[in-house]
């Protein structure tokens, strides 16, 4: 089983950028999908999250408006569209798939956002 987040970088605030989670290894479209970050010193906060469908997407209110999550069940990937990019969502990125019957989940290494001026 492997999740590989990717698309990570340096951005000035305003900016934008685009995360992917290429999954592998066990079945995809099977399992509800998230994002999670971490910041530095910081816990885990829960970013978002998208039904196997694809049709049902969840967010943490400070980045409705801003973040859009995504899925192609063909390509096995998880998708984040990141706008309006602030220096508070600077931290590391992880995607994480959970199988929600048995709550069985999976986590990628994480790739790292850095918002600054």
């Known amino acids: 089983v492997q999740l590989v987040e990717s698309g990570g970088g340096m951005v000035q605030p305003g900016g934008s950028l685009r995360l992917s989670c290429a999954a592998s290894?066990?079945?995809?479209?099977?399992?509800?999908m998230s994002w999670v970050r971490q910041a530095p010193g910081k816990g885990p906060e829960w970013v978002s999250a998208?039904?196997?469908?694809?049709?049902?997407?969840y967010y943490v209110d400070s980045v409705k408006g801003r973040f859009t999550i995504s899925r192609d069940n063909a390509k096995n990937t998880l998708y984040l569209q990141m706008n309006s990019l602030k220096p508070e969502d600077t931290a590391l990125y992880y995607c994480?798939?959970?199988?929600?019957?048995?709550?069985?989940?999976?986590w990628g290494q994480g790739t790292q956002v850095t918002v600054s001026s």
């Open positions: 994480k798939a959970v199988y929600t019957t048995t709550s069985l989940n999976y």
């Open positions: 290894g066990f079945t995809f479209s099977s399992f509800d």
């Open positions: 998208i039904n196997t469908g694809g049709d049902i997407t």
